[in-house]
Structure formats: structure tokens, C-alpha cells
């Protein structure tokens, strides 16, 4: 069964507007996440994290949500540009013992951003 | 620094050989990740090792597969034998631990 879950397969935003890619997880162990960017052809490539001591990190045009109680993260990109078109995925590990370095990924949103 | 490398790119093989992927991990990076992205499973983590040493490979998903890492700076992912139903792309990721995994460009693999 899978720990880390978006479910949405795709999503669709005109340029300039806000892109919001959501992501579950069930293990409450997790209290470390991220958020990795893949073109195709490529290897994903890391875009944002956030630690469970936080409920908000922001990078530029990327902000990443975390809401502990509901196992709930978010990805908001604002404005969302054509270049910001790939496919999208979240990841979480427990961050700390053994599996620290153990990361859960979801199955991807593939993101279609229209000029 | 190049990245992590993986090799080949592409392997398109009949159903029953063996079918060896590999990786060379960023210098200084010590866990190395093997993963499998499916349409339907996204990215499945199939074994990884800390300082050359198998730590988890719960993910491997039968006998058929096995890895190696040899030495710091070369990893082998085997299937043996292949099944249609292994195709995929498959990636190898290092890090230096952590968090913030760095992938390959992944290998794509088809067996007819």
C-alpha cells in the first residue's frame, strides 16, 4: 500500500495563475518532505523541502504547505509559467533513525501550464 | 561534477535474458538509491545502501532482481530473467545523507 499518495494524476493552469499539486501521506512518522521536478527523459531534480517543525517554507515562486494533523502537503507555484510544465512529486521520509534516508514517493501530478 | 550516471540510456531485451543497469554515484555521496517509476506505482524504491552496504531491499520485488555495490562509486541493478512486465524506467539516485536525493537520468527499459 502506498505511504505517500497524489491523487491527482494531472492538472492544468494558464500562465500567470496559481498551481496547487496536493499530496497525503499515511505514515505519521514521517517529519520530512519534498518535492522533486522531472521533465521527460530526465531524472526527477529536487525543488523544495520542508521539515515537520515548520507548516511553511518558501522558495521564490514555489511555497510548500504542511498540515501535520490532516497528512497534507501542498505545493503552490505562483505565477505559474510553461517552463513549470513536468510532471510532479512528493516524497517523505521519517527523518531521523534508521530509515532517515529512506524516502516514500508518490506517483506524480504532471503539470500542463497553457500560454 | 557529472551527476549520477547511469548506463545504458535505453535496453530493449527479449523476455528470458538477464539485464544488467548500472550507476555511478556522485564522489563523496554515501547511500545509493535504486528506484522503478510505472505508470501506475510512480517511483517504487527498490534497495538502497549506506556506505556500500545494503540497508533495505524490501522493494525488490522477487529472487529475479538483485544488487551489487561493489565499491563507492559503482552500482549494479540485475533482472534475471526478464519479464515484460519489468518494463519501466529505472533510476538510480545518490546522496550524501540527509535528504535531497540526486537521480540519474534513469534507464528505460523494455522487454519484449
Known amino acids: 500500500d502506498q505511504q505517500v499518495k497524489q491523487n491527482s494524476p494531472s492538472l492544468s493552469v494558464q500562465e500567470g495563475r496559481i498551481s496547487i499539486l496536493n499530496c497525503d501521506y499515511t505514515?505519521?512518522?514521517?517529519?520530512?518532505f519534498l518535492w522533486y521536478k522531472k521533465y521527460p527523459a530526465e531524472g526527477p531534480t529536487f525543488l523544495i523541502s520542508i521539515s515537520s517543525i515548520k507548516d511553511k517554507n518558501e522558495d521564490g515562486r514555489f511555497t510548500v504547505f504542511l498540515n501535520k494533523s490532516a497528512k497534507h502537503l501542498s505545493l503552490h507555484i505562483v505565477p505559474s509559467q510553461p517552463g513549470d510544465s513536468a510532471v510532479y512529486f512528493c516524497a517523505a521520509s521519517e527523518g531521523s533513525g534508521r530509515n532517515f534516508n529512506k524516502f516514500y514517493f508518490g506517483s506524480g501530478t504532471k503539470l500542463n501550464v497553457k500560454p | 561534477d557529472a551527476g549520477v550516471i547511469q548506463s545504458p540510456r535505453h535496453e530493449v531485451t527479449e523476455m528470458g535474458q538477464e539485464v544488467t543497469l548500472r550507476c555511478k554515484p556522485i564522489s563523496g555521496h554515501n547511500s545509493l538509491f535504486w528506484y522503478r517509476q510505472t505508470m501506475m506505482r510512480g517511483l517504487e524504491l527498490l534497495i538502497y545502501f549506506n556506505n556500500n552496504v545494503p540497508i533495505d531491499d524490501s522493494g525488490m520485488p522477487e529472487d529475479r532482481f538483485s544488487a551489487k555495490m561493489p565499491n563507492a562509486s559503482f552500482s549494479t541493478l540485475k533482472i534475471q530473467p526478464s519479464e515484460p512486465r519489468d518494463s519501466a524506467v529505472y533510476f538510480c539516485a545518490s546522496s550524501p545523507g540527509g535528504g535531497g536525493y540526486t537521480f540519474g537520468s534513469g534507464t528505460r527499459l523494455t522487454v519484449v
Open positions: 505514515n505519521s512518522m514521517f517529519d520530512y
